[in-house]
């Protein structure tokens, strides 16, 4: 195991500011995010230059370039890959990635499935506002069936993806989803995501104001953000609505929504969080609760320990040092058959 | 080939240089009877060059010519640098063999063929009417025919599957042997199977007579290549002893054939082939530069066996990344390259298309990068095991925008090993993707590699910055070289990507005055790479005629059309030579050098890419093709007929 550097100095939301301007638009969800990083950076404690953002294109792919650490603004899908590459080739770096919905899951579909298959320790922040913003307004894969967009202007005809379920598909260990309108959950969220061993992916439900305004808002609206939203915590029962009232309870291996003191529902009737069981189905259940029926899970979904590919490896690399008679290039050439000329 | 007889008495014939071809259906062992042929030569003190040619598929239809899988090995005396055009010795264990090889053995040549094979069902879906045993058509050939199955069959009736491994054991099924004869009672006979997979030994056992080396080597080598399964060991060597006995008995060959030990200089050799050499250059470079190798690669042929390669030495500090795609691949090592590492990726053309776009990324990011293309025939999947020179346009254009890089080519498998150094070299120094350009025949051919000291390899000094310096991402030195500020260093934090970046300052800038300086400030680090690389050489000859010929060639060709050159030099005909390992930028010199000549032609195996590029940059001088794209290397005969025709 490889660990981040920590810095030598306490170090606050200052020292993370970048010089550059800012260019979402306003009201734009991203801000939220760099709100809640700016404020995790420092408290995980790690060196400024230990930090690498690594982003694809999209509007939120310009993320690295407002906060003040290593970064890199690659090309359209490929952030996962690129983040790959900067985790393997040095393990002691906490390497993010900064990705959307198109850029995660339509051009960079299969890396997303690899990088998270692999459990590669990196931390990614998917920015999901079911909509190509950069590109002004054509549907993405997160689209929800019907959507009209500017290439879907009779609407779409295709399922959209759910991100946790294709995390759960290819055997994630850390799945969250945390919401654009809740900065203080998002950054705690966050901090967990980073301190995952392994491959963590945090969805958060961004509101892009000019192609898909109001895109969450059947989730976030102040008026129904209690009854739409099951705030997780592990250990505790999954408990929402204003009152606390209501709950989730699996009737036959399936969910239901109870109301406690109702038809003789107890507290002790409710489903209790584990975020840590390895059983993948109750977090599959939970990542594809929706509306109008089901509330939608938010927080940490899944945590489950699980060895990483960059811990293997080191494992492999400490081994080869140890055993093989190859010590150096010259080790090498001379290996095998070789004969003098005099 | 001169030749002269040394010893009546023991029948044995010298000869400088020797061609060898085994031929047989893909699974009948003829890459590792060619191998191990090879690798005894060698060890035993010849100069040798080897050509594997084979299909793509792993098991393609039995019997027919296309399934023909081939594996020819030229030692010599003298310099080697080709795998020759014509075969003195043919060793075709089918039909299909013997037809698709018969038209480049040599009037003479030696043919050993398993008659047993030689079945009318065999016949028939190779092609022939007729037995060709039976009429007139070999007859200028030595054909020693021996029914290699029947008697590998033989020589293996004693042994048991207690030998064989328990894979084999549970496989053994008597009715599939019946040529072998059952003993009346436990343990069972191997089966048809295994019996099958040593015919090559048999077979490489006949030619070792027919070369009077000693089996000591092969034995040796044997049991190297079955180190992992040594219960075939036993098995291989007793089969190939029994080819050496029954040649000697059956007196196949009236003279056998001494070819002496290479005149080479000083020095620790190996054989090694292309794709080994081009993997070992970037070890090499790696520790030279104090880094540590990342390969970010996605298995294609005829690259894998780089990655293959790396995988094998973690304890260098080399990581290999077997990315999901081509695209993972460069991309992982772009990243790599971002941390601090001595970052490649290994590939052939169509997944040199896919790295594309992250190509024009890292010329853009200025980041070192080596992309080896071990090219073969295209477009599209093309003909993936054969060779061919088409991707050069791909390297050198193949990109959006202004997006230019440096282009080198290794001309032999031995030297894979230095213009893979070469091409890290370029890469860490300058800062830059490099694309190093090999092909199939030169990553799956071998030939001897005087090993190096990895001390005595030149420098590389990557323009690392030091901690908390005064550092701005895109300023730059005399060379136009961009600093590399590592992640995890103090001081340096910064950003780099594909969008457009301010001069010196490196923020996004969108100026259109900036973009046009940093498209020509990219253009010129690239051009001033020239300083950097060795001049054009050109082999000419003295008091001959014709001198006003200039005979070009770049990339793999370089061994057939020396050669070919060399000899035209004997016949007194003074064509010169000259070959470019450097593509992109080409060296100083070639201006200069062009305008010595009144006719230069390129030989290339493509149609017509290398002329064209250098029609472009030199408009005053007339330059001529001479193109194949047959996925085949280039024979001698072709090159001299060529030239002699001017």
């Known amino acids: 195991m490889v660990y981040v550097e920590r810095s030598q100095e306490p170090l606050t939301k200052q020292d993370f500011l970048s010089d550059q301007m800012v260019k979402w638009c306003p009201g734009c969800g991203d801000y939220a ?4 990083v700016s404020n995790v950076l420092p408290r995980l404690g790690y060196k400024k230059e230990s930090y690498v953002m690594v982003s694809g294109i999209g509007c939120s792919s310009r993320f690295p370039y407002y906060v003040d650490t290593y970064g890199f603004h690659s090309i359209h899908g490929r952030a996962n890959p690129i983040a790959t590459g900067v985790k393997i080739a040095n393990p002691s770096l906490s390497v993010w990635v900064n990705s959307g919905d198109g850029d995660a899951m339509a051009i960079g579909g299969n890396h997303f499935i690899h990088v998270i298959r692999r459990n590669m320790d990196i931390n990614m922040l998917v920015f999901n506002n079911q909509i190509y913003g950069l590109t002004k307004g054509q549907y993405s894969p997160t689209s929800p069936m019907g959507a009209v967009t500017k290439t879907s202007p009779a609407g779409t005809i295709e399922p959209p993806f759910n991100p946790g379920e294709l995390v759960m598909g290819a055997q994630g260990t850390f799945f969250a989803r945390v919401t654009d309108t809740n900065p203080k959950l998002m950054a705690d969220v966050l901090y967990e995501a980073v301190k995952h061993d392994g491959c963590s992916v945090v969805e958060v439900l961004t509101n892009c104001v000019i192609f898909n305004d109001k895109a969450h808002a059947a989730i976030t609206g102040k008026d129904v953000k209690d009854d739409a939203q099951l705030i997780l915590e592990h250990g505790k029962p999954m408990l929402f609505g204003a009152a606390r009232n209501k709950g989730i309870m699996l009737v036959d291996s399936k969910p239901k929504v109870v109301e406690i003191g109702v038809d003789g529902v107890t507290i002790d009737d409710i489903l209790v969080h584990d975020a840590n069981t390895p059983d993948v189905r109750i977090h599959h259940l939970l990542a594809t609760l929706k509306l109008p029926d089901f509330p939608v899970a938010i927080g ?17 690399m400490n081994e080869a040092r140890a055993k093989s008679p190859v010590k150096c290039v010259d080790d090498l050439l001379n290996s095998g058959d070789t004969w003098a000329v005099d | 080939m001169s030749s002269k007889q040394i010893n009546s008495s023991s029948q044995t014939v010298e000869k400088d240089d020797v061609v060898v071809k085994f031929a047989g259906d893909s699974g009948d062992g003829i890459q590792l009877a060619g191998t191990i042929f090879s690798d005894s030569v060698a060890l035993e003190g010849n100069d040798i060059a080897t050509f594997p040619d084979y299909p793509a598929e792993i098991r393609a239809p039995r019997n027919t010519v296309a399934g023909v899988s081939g594996f020819q090995v030229h030692l010599g005396k003298n310099n080697i640098s080709t795998s020759g055009d014509e075969y003195d010795v043919l060793v075709a264990m089918n039909p299909a063999s013997l037809k698709a090889n018969l038209k480049t053995t040599k009037k003479g040549a030696t043919i050993i063929v398993d008659s047993d094979s030689f079945t009318p069902e065999a016949l028939e879906k190779a092609g022939y009417k007729y037995n060709p045993f039976t009429d007139e058509s070999l007859s200028s050939y030595n054909v020693a025919t021996a029914p290699i199955s029947s008697l590998v069959g033989t020589a293996l009736s004693g042994l048991s599957v207690q030998a064989a491994t328990p894979k084999l054991q549970s496989e ?3 009715q599939d042997c019946p040529e072998v004869p059952l003993p009346a009672a436990p343990p069972a006979p191997l089966d048809k199977k295994t019996i099958e997979k040593t015919r090559n030994m048999f077979a490489l056992g006949m030619i070792y007579y027919i070369f009077d080396k000693p089996c000591e080597v092969i034995e040796h080598l044997i049991a190297e290549k079955f180190k992992k399964k040594p219960a075939l060991i036993e098995i291989n060597k007793k089969v190939f002893r029994a080819g050496y006995d029954y040649a000697d008995t059956a007196e196949i060959v009236e003279s056998r054939i001494s070819v002496p030990k290479a005149k080479l200089e000083k020095g620790r050799y190996r054989n090694i082939t292309g794709n080994t050499a081009t993997a070992w250059g970037l070890l090499a470079a790696a520790e030279r530069a104090g880094l540590k190798l990342f390969l970010g690669s996605y298995p294609i042929t005829p690259a894998t066996d780089i990655l293959v390669e790396i995988t094998k030495y973690k304890s260098l500090g080399a990581k290999a990344f077997q990315a999901e795609d081509e695209i993972a691949g ?5 990243g790599a390259s971002y941390a601090g590492a001595l970052a490649c990726t290994s590939t052939s053309g169509p997944g040199l298309s896919l790295k594309s776009e992250a190509l024009g990324l890292a010329v853009m ?10 090219q073969r025939s295209g477009p599209s999947t093309g003909m993936p095991t054969k060779s061919e020179q088409s991707d050069l346009n791909q390297a050198l254009y193949g990109r959006n925008g202004e997006a230019p890089l440096v282009v080198i080519s290794a001309s032999s498998p031995a030297n894979c090993f230095y213009y893979a150094y070469e091409a890290a070299k ?15 025949s030169l990553g799956n051919g071998s030939q001897l590699f005087r090993i190096p000291k990895v001390i005595d390899l030149p420098s590389i000094k990557p323009p690392i910055v030091p901690a908390n310096s005064d550092y701005k991402p895109y300023k730059r030195d005399e060379n136009f070289v961009r600093g590399w500020a590592i992640p995890g260093t103090e001081g340096l934090r910064h950003r780099v990507g594909g969008l457009e970046k301010l001069d010196g300052a490196g923020s996004v800038s969108t100026d259109p005055a900036n973009h046009e300086l940093m498209v020509s400030l990219r253009r010129k680090k690239i051009e001033k790479i020239a300083d950097f690389i060795p001049e054009l050489k050109v082999f000419s000859a003295a008091n001959t005629a014709n001198t006003d010929t200039l005979v070009v060639s770049w990339g793999g060709t370089e061994g057939t059309v020396h050669t070919a050159v060399e000899k035209l030099h004997q016949q007194g005909v003074g064509v010169a030579h000259a070959h470019f390992n450097y593509i992109m930028p080409l060296p100083r010199n070639t201006e200069s050098i062009f305008s010595e000549y009144k006719k230069i032609i390129v030989f290339e195996l493509n149609d017509g890419q290398f002329v064209n590029y250098l029609r472009g940059k030199f408009q005053n001088v007339p330059i001529e093709g001479y193109n194949r794209t ?17």
């Open chain 1, 33 to 36: 995010v760099l709100a809640a």
């Open chain 1, 300 to 316: 940490i979904i899944r945590r489950v320990a699980g060895v990483t590919y960059n811990s293997l490896l080191e494992n492999q």
């Open chain 2, 172 to 174: 053994a099924q008597p």
């Open chain 2, 330 to 334: 460069i991309c992982s090592a772009i």
């Open chain 2, 365 to 374: 990011a200025e980041l070192p990068l080596v992309v080896v293309d071990v």
């Open chain 2, 426 to 440: 370029i890469a860490l120094e300058h800062m830059t993707p490099v694309i190093l350009l090999t092909d199939g």
């Open chain 2, 630 to 646: 047959h996925g085949q290397p280039f024979t001698e005969k072709e090159i001299i007929e060529k030239l002699w025709s001017m």
